[in-house]
């Protein structure tokens, strides 16, 4: 009997200890691989943003999505001058609308994966963009980001197409902040922000082809920022495109 239950222990230790060496399920999201970027144009000043910034907070719990909000400055003579406000979201916004042969600029809009947008709450909308991203196999050039010592070293992955081109930017952003609005549409509201981008800075071009690059960490902590992610984007600035990689760094 003894022998029984000895021989019993050693067999659940030895599944056990297979079990710990096997591969993830295929199932399982890395952190670095994320498979869908979701750009909040947003604005204190705006009226309809608050449920979008809370459902931003719910989207950016999942392992495999990066969400990013992005404060526009066209709202700002409202009443009340949003603090994260920068004009380069407004042109970045602009320039996603010229790209879609939209006319008007609004908030709040979400942009996923650089892909034609959704307006004011389409939940629906951006659950189904996240879906299809996510059955394509997510984003189709990997990107890796490691910290060495006071550098940031970015790997970029080739593309599936010889011809593609893209750049490769760093964000930095502030993962979480409250603001209390005193005047404007949002008096006495709120506003709880997730990872509010601060900046946007430009590492260098992709011709399709692997690349490495190294840039300061001092980058990633412009604006008071705390965290950082880096993104692979088709086209230019001027003329952004398709989304074709992005990372997380550290914490996020």
Known sequence: MGRSVSRL?????SLLMLAACLPASTGTVRAESPRAVIELFTSQGCGACQPASRIMGEYA??????ALTLPVSYWDYLGWKDEFAIPAFTE???AYASSHGERQLFTPQAIVNGEPSTVRLDRAFLDRSIRAARQAGGLAVPVKVLEQGDRIAIDVGAGRNAAERG?????PILRR???AVARGENKGQVV?????????HRVGGWTGQAAHFEIPRTLARSGNADGYVVVLQGGTLAHPARILGAAK????
Do not use: C, F, K, T
Request: overall charge positive; aromatic content about 8%.
């Open 249 to 252: 760094g550290p914490g996020l």
């Open 9 to 13: 222990r050693r067999s659940a230790y």
């Open 92 to 94: 970045r916004q602009r």
């Open 167 to 171: 750049e490769v930017w760093l964000l």
């Open 192 to 200: 709880d922000y997730v990872n509010v981008v601060r900046g946007m």
């Open 177 to 179: 902040h409250r603001v």
């Open 61 to 66: 719990q999942q392992a495999d999505v990066i």
